[in-house]
């Protein structure tokens, strides 16, 4: 799944709409390339690593959509400074959401269901 961002570089350029693909291997190489998780530290909130998982997030997005992802690292920023609160929002629909489990339903086959009387 490819979700898109919106971000204007300046006040004078036309809104873009960024690639974002927020996965299982985005969230591997933000701790093993960044060695940051998302979670609490001392002062509150981690930013480096929703930079990082954004970053990441974005090259696979461009990876997928068969495009070379034009944005370095220290952009990451002023991306974030426009689209934080649309970034966050999205990343839940990535992983897909928690169904509780049930018992399964018993399956009868044909030619198997028990004798009407």
Known sequence: MIKFIHYQPSKDAEVMKLPVRASYKCMKLLKEEDGLVIGLDDDGTNYNA?????????????????ETMPWKRENMVNIMDQCFTEFMEMLPEFFGKKEEVTEPKKIVRKGTEPEKK
């Open 50 to 66: 929703y930079e990082a998982l954004l970053f990441h997030a974005l090259q696979i997005g461009y990876d997928w959509m068969g």
